[in-house]
């Protein structure tokens, strides 16, 4: 028995079958912390429930690819929850998945551009489908034969701190779009809004604002209030439409605004989900594995292989889970990330992936698989839940303050770069500016990746480069001078 004097390293009240499934205490965290670290997962990453089967069914590109809307979002939250629940109590990780963005927008891309002979049997999106299991089986060999955990092994401590830190700034840029602040530009692809008097301007500076300054006054949950803050400034705004004045509510920049066209406040907290059938093992593989379709299979396995390994490794930093370089329980989150591919793409989904949203999560003190399995409760909540889940996560405004202020906490990796050794800083800067200027993570791993053995052999430095990193480095340039210039 313990006294009352005593510190007890069980807190009384938490459960004992977290604590042991956890080990909750021994990573410093509480239930209470972890839930809420899910929540704010959930929140900043529940945009894919709808983006995905918008984007897969071909209704964002105002095409039909013959996907059912409701069967993919369906597939898309059993295959998150399901991807990130083994995340969660197998791997023991805070880090969610679900089906990612880039692949998905891949996906939609080889369902217009499959070969006639690959789809005699079936439909194009069928064969895609087949193509994203394929390289999800092959994902899994990787990770039972424990090639992924090498591959994290041979990353020297700058190039994970770069990783961190190119990931920050991508979530960060993501952020600023979404809340419209930073606008496409034809002539340098990108440039600042002018249009402050935007809605999405005026909804995101006001989450940024609360957010930031609950997070200066160190207030528990200060994303997850900082997104709630932004919902009911939407709501309020979109409704306070009429009576403000007309020279702005109807000029054009309010009338085009997402506000307007995409916000929508729940009118009712309950729905039933649409039926999985749809798609449902409808995958073509023998479509798949026709002679054309190899190389796609090969680009999708690289994507998931890098920017899971990519998003682990950030993630892992930011929690500082790491130990000696090493990520504890490797296998485990591959096998997570590999296992909800292959049951996505049997259910009608594209490629899941580990998602860096997950990082507002562990910036709000998540550092065990309960947050995990938390967001993967959540999302088989919002099968139920839909309305709500729209109102939030169908406007991004609404969660671009959380993604901001998690870039700019991630930026403190930044510092743990070795600077002055310029064998270690050039391919570290390469993936800092590579993952955003990309915008992808597999990307700018790649170009790290190509560039280091590249310089430390220019710089007469050829004992620190290991065989595998020079075999992974002429496979990327491989890849990207082959396999990716062919699949487009």
Known sequence: MTSAGSHDSTPKYLPLMLERLFKLSEHGTTVRTELLAGLTTFLTMAYIIFLQPAILSGGLFEVQTGMDWGAVMVATCLAAALATAIMGLYA?????????????????????????????????????????????????????????????????????????????????????????????????????NPRFNSPEVLVFTFGLVVTAGLFARRV?????????????????????????????????????????TRFEVAHRVVAVPPSLAPTLLQMDLLGALAPAMIPL???????????????????????????????????????????????????????????????AGV?????????????AVLFLAALFF?????????????????????????????????????????????????????????????LGFIAYPVVKLAGGRRREVQWLMLLMAGVLAAYFLFLRAEGG
Do not use: H
């Open 363 to 375: 910036e709000q003190g998540g550092r065990t698989g309960l947050t995990a399995c938390t967001t």
């Open 220 to 260: 528990r949950g200060a994303i997850v209030w900082g997104i709630l803050a932004a919902t009911a400034g939407a709501a309020a705004l979109q409704g306070a439409l009429p009576w403000l004045p007309q020279r702005w509510a109807q000029s054009e920049v309010v009338l085009q605004s997402d506000l307007v």
């Open 92 to 192: 023991n990780y805070p880090i969610s998945q679900a089906p990612g963005m880039g692949q998905n927008f891949f996906f939609v891309s080889v369902v217009f551009a499959a070969p006639t002979a690959a789809v005699a049997a079936g439909e194009p999106w069928q064969v895609a489908l087949g193509v994203v299991f394929i390289a999800g089986v092959l994902f899994l060999l990787l990770a039972v034969l424990g090639v992924r955990e090498m591959l994290l092994e041979m990353i020297s401590p700058s190039m994970r701190n770069a990783i961190a830190v190119g990931i920050g700034v991508f979530i960060a840029f993501i952020g600023l779009q979404n809340a419209r602040l930073i606008a496409p530009d034809p002539a340098t692809a990108v440039t600042l």
């Open 386 to 446: 839909a309305p709500l889940v729209r109102m939030v996560g169908g406007y991004p405004a609404i969660t671009a303050p959380a993604l901001v202020v998690v870039g700019a906490m991630m930026m403190r990796n930044v510092a743990k770069i070795e600077w002055t050794d310029y064998t270690e800083a050039l391919p570290s800067f390469l993936i800092v500016i590579g993952i955003p200027l990309t915008y992808s993570i597999g990307d700018g791993l790649a």
């Open 297 to 359: 299979i090969l680009i999708f396995l690289f994507m998931d292989l890098f920017d899971t390994l990519g998003t682990l490794l950030g993630v892992s930093e930011q929690a500082g889970l790491l130990e000696d370089g090493r990520l504890p329980r490797a296998r485990q989150a591959f096998m997570s990330d590999a296992i909800g591919t292959v049951a996505g793409a049997a259910m009608g989904t594209s490629t899941v992936t580990s998602y860096i949203e997950s990082t």
